[in-house]
């Protein structure tokens, strides 16, 4: 039984600039459905797309977007649970490297 949402969606844009040293968090949430446990345990895996009806879509950009992350120090992370909407956790360096000027290319 398919059933029909009678409230309003809700997105949640947030940054913090200093979560920890040297470190800004930027966060996505929303009051969607949530994701099963399953779907968050491949959330970042190549080519895992969540919604399979939709052949145009290559479940590329979370696992493109964790990688580039974390190949500048960063991190980014999902919480989510059933029927109380989803949240996504991007903790990036507040600055280069050491030994990388913030113009190199990654």
């Given at each position: 039984r398919a059933e029909t949402r009678t409230d309003p969606g809700r997105i949640v844009l947030a940054a913090d600039p200093m979560v920890g040293p040297d470190q800004v968090r930027l966060s996505?949430?929303?009051?969607?459905?949530?994701?099963?446990?399953?779907t968050r345990q491949h959330i970042f895996d190549p080519f895992f797309a969540v919604l399979s009806n939709r052949p145009d879509l290559q479940g590329l950009d979370l696992a493109l977007?964790?990688?580039?992350?974390?190949?500048?120090?960063?991190?980014?992370?999902?919480?989510s649970k059933v029927g109380t909407g989803t949240r996504f956790v991007l903790n990036l360096p507040a600055a280069a490297p050491p030994g990388r000027d913030q113009n190199d290319e990654p």
């Open positions: 996505v949430a929303d009051n969607s459905d949530g994701l099963p446990e399953e977007a964790y990688q580039m992350a974390r190949r500048i120090g960063g991190e980014l992370d999902v919480e």
